[in-house]
């Protein structure tokens, strides 16, 4: 992605479209609202909250930022771990990551999107989400190749990370997660596994284990 996209992409204002279910929500700013995944008491705090995170912060600083560091620092500076023993820690967290970039392409948007394959084979190699997530995991892992320090604090944060998954998990037979999945994300209220008129699709798509590696 060359530097004057980036710039039309993420700082050119939007039209009107973009915001307008932001519009749409903000006429019942005083509603209150029930339990919800965004932990908000009003609509007004839930869709300024969204609107902040999403349209100024993720894609007007973060991916700006994270571009300008791929670009002209770990294009040039980056490594990925060796298969040393000393790395095992490293290696384990950018395979994890791997593989949840591709079965969150796969086991979650895949199936509640309009869209056919290639659209979500092109978008796990170089969609916004996974550049996002795999820049972080690069700035991550050049930090604490590189720094004594960093190294072991990532290594008891991982440690830390399995022995609360272990304590958490390990004496349930099955470990069940739901989805917070809909194509309108604007519906603060939302609470659902997937709709239901994909069903179809998932069941195909989960036969055929394309999201397996």
């Given at each position: 992605?060359?530097?004057?996209?980036?710039i039309k992409k993420?700082?050119?204002?939007?039209?009107?479209?973009?915001?307008?279910?932001?519009?749409?929500?903000?006429?019942?700013?005083?509603?209150?609202?029930?339990?919800?995944?965004?932990?908000?008491?009003?609509?007004?705090?839930?869709?300024?909250?969204?609107?902040?995170?999403?349209?100024?912060?993720?894609?007007?600083?973060?991916?700006?930022?994270?571009?300008?560091?791929?670009?002209?620092?770990?294009?040039?500076?980056?490594?990925?771990?060796?298969?040393?023993?000393?790395?095992?820690?490293?290696?384990?967290?950018?395979?994890?990551?791997?593989?949840?970039?591709?079965?969150?392409?796969?086991?979650?948007?895949?199936?509640?999107?309009?869209?056919?394959?290639?659209?979500?084979?092109?978008?796990?190699?170089?969609?916004?989400?996974?550049?996002?997530?795999?820049?972080?995991?690069?700035?991550?892992?050049?930090?604490?190749?590189?720094?004594?320090?960093?190294?072991?604090?990532?290594?008891?944060?991982?440690?830390?990370?399995?022995?609360?998954?272990?304590?958490?998990?390990?004496?349930?037979?099955?470990?069940?997660?739901?989805?917070?999945?809909?194509?309108?994300?604007?519906?603060?209220?939302?609470?659902?596994?997937?709709?239901?008129?994909?069903?179809?699709?998932?069941?195909?798509?989960?036969?055929?284990?394309?999201w397996k590696k």
């Amino acid at each position: 992605m060359k530097f004057t996209k980036v710039i039309k992409k993420f700082f050119v204002k939007k039209n009107n479209k973009e915001y307008a279910p932001f519009k749409k929500l903000l006429a019942e700013e005083d509603k209150s609202i029930e339990w919800n995944i965004y932990e908000a008491k009003t609509v007004h705090e839930c869709v300024n909250t969204m609107k902040f995170v999403f349209c100024t912060f993720k894609r007007k600083l973060v991916v700006p930022g994270l571009w300008l560091i791929d670009k002209l620092i770990l294009k040039k500076w980056y490594k990925e771990p060796s298969k040393e023993s000393y790395n095992t820690n490293l290696n384990i967290f950018s395979k994890a990551i791997e593989d949840s970039l591709h079965e969150w392409t796969w086991a979650f948007l895949y199936p509640i999107n309009n869209k056919n394959k290639d659209h979500f084979r092109k978008f796990e190699e170089s969609g916004d989400g996974p550049y996002i997530t795999r820049v972080i995991k690069k700035i991550i892992l050049f930090v604490v190749k590189n720094d004594t320090a960093y190294r072991e604090l990532m290594n008891i944060i991982m440690h830390n990370i399995a022995r609360g998954m272990i304590k958490e998990y390990s004496d349930k037979k099955e470990v069940k997660h739901l989805f917070y999945s809909n194509k309108n994300v604007y519906d603060v209220n939302y609470l659902h596994m997937s709709n239901l008129i994909h069903e179809d699709k998932k069941k195909e798509f989960v036969k055929e284990e394309k999201w397996k590696k």
